[in-house]
């Protein structure tokens, strides 16, 4: 069965850098696209970052662009968020998600990890 | 990218049903059949019930149903369930290669 899950999160101070990382398993990761999706506590769901199947096209929300970079890495079935210049407003869930359709975008997700939780403060 | 706007609660008896709106705006959900909608249990990943406005995933109830018209999506929930009391979020593509989300729904059952 398809299963997503994260790891790598923590505490950090503001400005600082964190890496997480998302475990494929139960699919063929290398076919599909892939979404970070944060939730700050007691808030939404805030869309983060797509990267496609084949790793040419990545795109990010307008608060995190520029600082965050998302990337794949399908020899070891994971998918990897480098976060840099961490602000307080960056505390989040961090949760990785599939987009089902393989070899294209459906521009929807269906399975989501549990996600790691990255909390900024000094 | 502006979220999405959700009602904060929405609450039915149990059997009845009810329906949660999502109002974007003419680029995103108003130009694209590309909504999705979740249900989230506290400290859970969301499930998806619902994508394309009005497909649902395999194993998922079919009490659970979506529409759209114009810019506003709305998700249905017909014989209300003590389960079903949880938070629904949905989500659009808003051009641009993007994704949005709403504000998210809380659904009291009485």
């Known amino acids: 069965q398809v299963q997503l899950v994260e790891s790598g999160g923590g505490v950090v101070q503001p400005g600082g850098s964190l890496r997480l990382s998302c475990a494929a398993s139960?699919?063929?990761?290398?076919?599909?696209?892939m979404h970070w999706v944060r939730q700050a506590p007691g808030k939404g769901l805030e869309w983060v970052a797509v990267i496609f199947y084949d790793g040419t096209n990545k795109y990010y929300g307008d608060s995190v662009k520029g600082r965050f970079t998302i990337s794949r890495d399908d020899s070891k079935n994971t998918v990897y968020m480098q976060m840099n210049s961490l602000r307080v407003e960056d505390t989040a869930v961090y949760h990785c998600?599939?987009?089902?359709?393989?070899?294209?975008?459906?521009?929807?997700?269906?399975?989501w990890g549990q996600g790691t939780l990255v909390t900024v403060s000094s | 990218q502006s979220a999405l706007t959700q009602p904060a609660s929405v609450s039915g008896s149990p059997g009845q049903s009810i329906t949660i709106s999502c109002t974007g705006i003419s680029s995103d959900i108003g130009s694209y059949n590309l909504v999705s909608w979740f249900q989230q249990y506290p400290g859970k990943a969301p499930k998806l019930l619902i994508y394309?406005?009005?497909k649902r995933p395999s194993g998922v109830s079919n009490r659970f149903s979506g529409s759209k018209s114009g810019n506003t999506a709305s998700l249905t929930i017909s014989g209300l369930q003590a389960e079903d009391e949880v938070d629904y979020y949905c989500?659009?593509?808003?051009?641009?290669?993007?994704?949005?989300f709403g504000g998210g729904t809380k659904v009291t059952v009485l």
């Open positions: 139960g699919f063929s990761l290398s076919t599909h696209g």
């Open positions: 989500c659009s593509y808003a051009g641009g290669s993007a994704l949005v």
């Open positions: 394309d406005v009005t």
């Open positions: 998600a599939r987009d089902p359709l393989p070899y294209s975008t459906g521009w929807y997700v269906d399975f």
